[in-house]
């Protein structure tokens, strides 16, 4: 029998800390997340990372499922980041020649050169999610990166605009996402942080480039939007700079952060036809919330979105957060959300 999602489902955004014996912690945090490969932060000889990878992705399955989870990833446990791992895997890019690009906070990070039209040339992810779904019977997300924060994160030496290397983008996502839903993901979610860091451009190309790569999909779809890591991104502006425009987006839910930007819920009447992916804990701190203020955060957004409109989250991924905190946040955030889930019931 298929599994039932409760009111209020409780979901990660998409990664989980990774053990240390997979990868060098220390050298993950002390830098931006990677845009090109980083094969130096794995500890695992490569004869043997495939093997690493996939015990370290059961791990993460068990982890969500003992927490109380309803939807589960696979941790992002073969990621050196959340965009790197798909978006070197095309065609189009010079990856012996890296480019150089400003991130989020105003440094210049290494990132994949862009030298001719960007293809897909083969799946990137569907061994990915049918490992997923073959070792859980519960709901399924796995998670891509959005075309326009892909084209923030190149350089582009090819394109006469970078809206028209956005496209490009998109139509590799959309082929991505396609193969990812017949491969038995249940919701895929594309993450485009960049759209909040650079609202502008997601305004000039953005959204048409995210539609691009929503177009003709059928299956649950949803947008990542969020201010950054709270690892590397300390300052949380008072509210988004780009949300009410995903009213245009044909995406069903866009996820976003609450817990640690205290956000002003009413924001979320701008969304009237969306599901919400609330973000419920803050990933600035290692204290693991207590069930109650999980609960806190849910009733904040009640008056403005109905229950059955929304999944309960963490802020952003759980990478760089050591994993026995991580392990008890997600568990705080899944008992919260049965605490509102028995009030209203």
């Given at each position: 029998?298929?599994?039932?999602?409760?009111?209020?489902?409780?979901?990660?955004?998409?990664?989980?800390?990774?053990?240390?014996?997979?990868?060098?912690?220390?050298?993950?945090?002390?830098?931006?997340?990677?845009?090109?490969?980083?094969?130096?932060?794995?500890?695992?000889?490569?004869?043997?990372?495939?093997?690493?990878?996939?015990?370290?992705?059961?791990?993460?399955?068990?982890?969500?499922?003992?927490?109380?989870?309803?939807?589960?990833?696979?941790?992002?446990?073969?990621?050196?980041?959340?965009?790197?791992?798909?978006?070197?895997?095309?065609?189009?890019?010079?990856?012996?020649?890296?480019?150089?690009?400003?991130d989020r906070s105003g440094h210049p990070n290494p990132v994949p050169r862009v030298v001719g039209k960007i293809t897909r040339i083969h799946p990137v992810e569907v061994d990915d999610?049918?490992?997923?779904?073959?070792?859980?019977?519960?709901?399924?997300?796995?998670?891509?990166?959005?075309?326009?924060?892909?084209?923030?994160?190149?350089?582009?030496?090819?394109?006469?605009?970078?809206?028209?290397?956005?496209?490009?983008?998109?139509?590799?996502?959309?082929?991505?996402?396609?193969?990812?839903?017949?491969?038995?993901?249940?919701?895929?979610?594309?993450?485009?942080?960049?759209?909040?860091?650079?609202?502008?451009?997601?305004?000039?190309?953005?959204?048409?480039?995210?539609?691009?790569?929503?177009?003709?999909?059928?299956?649950?779809?949803?947008?990542?939007?969020?201010?950054?890591?709270?690892?590397?991104?300390?300052?949380?502006?008072?509210?988004?700079?780009?949300?009410?425009?995903?009213?245009?987006?044909?995406?069903?839910?866009?996820?976003?952060?609450?817990?640690?930007?205290?956000?002003?819920?009413?924001?979320?009447?701008?969304?009237?036809?969306?599901?919400?992916?609330?973000?419920?804990?803050?990933?600035?701190?290692?204290?693991?919330?207590?069930?109650?203020?999980?609960?806190?955060?849910?009733?904040?957004?009640?008056?403005?979105?109905?229950?059955?409109?929304?999944?309960?989250?963490?802020?952003?991924?759980?990478?760089?957060?050591?994993?026995?905190?991580?392990?008890?946040?997600?568990?705080?955030?899944?008992?919260?959300?049965?605490?509102?889930?028995?009030?209203?019931?």
């Amino acid at each position: 029998m298929a599994y039932q999602l409760p009111l209020l489902p409780t979901s990660l955004v998409g990664s989980y800390a990774q053990p240390e014996w997979l990868i060098d912690r220390q050298k993950l945090a002390g830098r931006f997340p990677p845009r090109v490969r980083a094969k130096e932060l794995w500890r695992v000889a490569p004869e043997h990372l495939d093997e690493a990878q996939n015990d370290a992705t059961l791990l993460a399955i068990r982890d969500q499922e003992r927490a109380g989870l309803d939807i589960i990833t696979d941790g992002e446990m073969r990621r050196e980041s959340y965009s790197n791992r798909f978006a070197t895997a095309l065609d189009g890019v010079d990856l012996d020649n890296p480019g150089s690009a400003l991130d989020r906070s105003g440094h210049p990070n290494p990132v994949p050169r862009v030298v001719g039209k960007i293809t897909r040339i083969h799946p990137v992810e569907v061994d990915d999610v049918k490992f997923l779904r073959a070792n859980t019977d519960r709901k399924i997300k796995m998670t891509v990166p959005g075309p326009f924060t892909m084209s923030q994160q190149a350089q582009n030496d090819f394109y006469e605009s970078p809206a028209e290397m956005a496209m490009d983008y998109a139509a590799a996502v959309n082929a991505e996402i396609r193969d990812l839903f017949a491969a038995g993901a249940d919701i895929v979610q594309i993450d485009e942080p960049y759209m909040q860091a650079r609202p502008e451009p997601a305004r000039q190309y953005g959204l048409d480039a995210l539609n691009r790569a929503l177009d003709g999909i059928e299956g649950e779809t949803v947008v990542h939007i969020c201010f950054g890591y709270a690892a590397i991104i300390h300052e949380r502006p008072e509210g988004y700079s780009f949300l009410p425009e995903f009213s245009g987006c044909s995406c069903k839910a866009v996820s976003i952060e609450t817990a640690q930007s205290k956000l002003d819920c009413k924001v979320l009447e701008t969304l009237p036809d969306k599901t919400i992916l609330l973000g419920v804990l803050d990933l600035s701190t290692h204290e693991v919330e207590t069930p109650e203020t999980v609960a806190g955060r849910i009733r904040r957004a009640l008056p403005f979105k109905d229950a059955s409109k929304i999944v309960v989250a963490p802020d952003c991924g759980l990478k760089y957060l050591p994993r026995d905190i991580a392990l008890g946040k997600m568990k705080a955030m899944a008992d919260g959300a049965a605490i509102v889930r028995r009030e209203l019931s």
